[in-house]
């Protein structure tokens, strides 16, 4: 009786384990939130943010599992690497297993609006018992599922993310093979790192802030409001097991105001969940449901999800591969250095450019009433490795320094763009001249 016992204890301990690890990896129905929760490619985010999330599974059941983890994760500012980590404690009957893990992920730029991302998770992981709970605590088969289970745990992850507001991801939740500790009468239990692999495509697409009148303490003003998501968002997720209880999720979130949004979710073989969230300044508060008759009619009050992030700090900026500014193109810039301007100071009208009717774009960097002080600031820009020239507008009777004439404008806005992001030359516009015939 008491081997039957062993056996039949020690059984449900490698099945449960196998069930967390193996299968039922835990679920975030807020993961639309922080997706980082299943990828550590996620992890580089334009933000710091802090999430801290509770899922209560099957309310009014005794025993029912339950989830609570926080996690950080930014990107690293001027960098392609971001960071993170996760702590989370998942309880169900009387079995539990905490588990911490560090992240790391690294972006390649594909194009100016694509970039792929590559992250890594790895920690440990224990389970434990809770005693209080066992008829016979001091029975050797507990005694050896606790002596040895602290493990390693690792997880990988790749990410497509483009401009457009299409993501591509696809994760490995468990690279490492766990042993599950039994009798000396039972083999090992193993499992394959490919054996769970999770899928998503999801849309989700930034749009700038908007001007806005804001009533404060009775002041009427115009305000810019911070940037935020498109109303409509997509995601579908895959999570394949080769245990047999593969899940596919289809969500849809409304973004109503850039203040709350409401969603729904169906998952199969589930059923469907409601969401609904607020956001606020620095803070995000998301909330999900699931009906009680999940998996079946009548089996509990239904599964509850909360969700608090708080992001920290300034945006980060992805360091992105610096473009080839046309304003450097031109070789032997020390051949320009005593500039034709300087010989014909005294009479400005000769350094006139000729005009056409054409519409001409200068990317100009200053504009000076005095000669000697624009020809003293170009020599500082080809000292520098620029193709400064001065233009004198007659209209405006300014001198300027410019370091790109060209006839379309569209050249020039992405000239003045990249001076802006990838330069000192904060300053720098563009200036339009319309010739006369």
């Known amino acids: ?49 802090i999430y801290l999330t509770h899922r209560q599974q099957w309310t009014g059941v005794e025993g029912a599992p339950q989830l609570s983890s926080i996690s950080f994760n930014t990107l690293l500012n001027e960098t392609r690497a971001g960071v993170g980590g996760k702590v989370s404690s998942y309880k169900r009957g009387i079995l539990s297993t905490t588990d911490i893990t560090l992240s790391y992920a690294y972006g390649v730029p594909l194009s100016k609006t694509n970039w792929l991302f590559f992250g890594l998770s790895g920690g440990v992981i224990s389970n434990g018992i809770d005693l209080t709970k066992v008829t016979d605590p001091n029975d050797p088969a507990l005694a050896n599922y606790l002596s040895n289970n602290i493990q390693p745990v690792a997880n990988f992850g790749m990410l497509f993310r483009s401009a457009s507001g299409l993501n591509l991801g696809v994760s490995l939740p468990q690279l490492f093979t766990p042993a599950f500790n039994a009798s000396s009468n039972f083999g090992g239990t193993a499992v394959s790192p490919f054996d769970n ?158 005009e056409s009717a054409k519409k001409k774009y200068y990317v100009v960097i200053r504009a000076f009433a005095d000669f000697t002080q624009a020809d003293a600031f170009k020599k500082k820009l080809i000292s520098d490795k620029y193709n400064a020239e001065i233009f004198y507008y007659a209209k405006e009777k300014k001198y300027y320094v410019h370091l790109l004439e060209t006839t379309k404008q569209s050249d020039a806005n992405e000239e003045v763009k990249n001076l802006k992001n990838y330069t000192k030359l904060k300053e720098a516009r563009v200036l339009i001249v319309t010739g006369s015939k």
């Open 1 to 49: 009786m008491r081997y039957f016992f062993n056996f039949f204890l020690t059984s449900i301990l490698a099945m449960s384990c196998m069930n967390v690890h193996a299968q039922n990896y835990p679920v975030y129905n807020n993961f639309y939130v922080n997706p980082f929760f299943y990828n550590p490619a996620e992890a580089a985010t334009d933000f710091s943010y």
């Open 197 to 354: 692999i999770f899928i998503t495509a999801y849309y989700r697409r930034k749009v700038e802030g908007k001007i806005v009148s804001r009533t404060k303490r009775g002041v009427r003003s115009r305000v810019k409001t911070s940037d935020a998501n498109a109303p409509l968002e997509l995601y579908l997720n895959y999570k394949y097991s080769a245990a047999g209880n593969s899940q596919f999720e289809v969500l849809a979130k409304l973004n109503l105001s850039e203040y709350f949004w409401l969603g729904a979710s169906y998952k199969l073989p589930y059923g469907f969940t409601g969401n609904l969230g607020f956001n606020y300044q620095r803070f995000t508060l998301g909330y999900s449901y699931e009906p009680g008759g999940q998996p079946e009619s009548g089996f509990s009050s239904g599964t509850h999800d909360i969700i608090l992030g708080i992001r920290l700090g300034d945006q980060k900026k992805f360091k992105r591969v610096i473009p080839v500014l046309r304003s450097t193109l031109n070789a032997n810039p020390a051949e320009r250095h005593t500039a034709r301007f300087q010989e014909t100071v005294e009479d400005p009208d000769n350094i006139t450019r000729d």
